[in-house]
């Protein structure tokens, strides 16, 4: 049980890194000219100017992928706290 646990994990942090199209986590320079924003699903720092976005309670999140904004969109309470 413990094996098919650690392998579902494994899976899932995969299945994150192939669907996330940004760029890893970071940290943002003084060079950089556009300030970043995190994915609230995969916690990736990406610009907003290129990314896709959701409202939810008056605020605007911004995502790396589809399939994270799908994420987001089908369960807001579980990544906004």
Do not use: W
């Given at each position: 049980?413990?094996?098919?646990?650690?392998?579902?994990?494994?899976?899932?942090?995969?299945s994150?890194?192939?669907?996330?199209?940004?760029e890893?986590?970071?940290?943002?320079?003084?060079?950089?000219?556009?300030?970043?924003?995190?994915?609230?699903?995969?916690?990736?720092?990406i610009?907003?100017?290129?990314?896709?976005?959701?409202?939810?309670?008056?605020?605007?999140?911004?995502?790396?992928?589809?399939?994270?904004?799908?994420?987001?969109?089908?369960?807001?309470?579980?990544?906004?706290?």
């Amino acid at each position: 049980m413990l094996r098919f646990v650690i392998l579902s994990l494994m899976l899932l942090t995969f299945s994150l890194g192939v669907y996330c199209k940004g760029e890893p986590s970071a940290p943002v320079t003084a060079e950089s000219s556009v300030e970043k924003v995190v994915d609230v699903v995969c916690k990736m720092k990406i610009k907003p100017d290129d990314a896709m976005s959701s409202m939810h309670n008056g605020h605007r999140y911004h995502f790396c992928s589809d399939y994270c904004k799908e994420q987001f969109d089908a369960n807001p309470a579980k990544y906004v706290k």
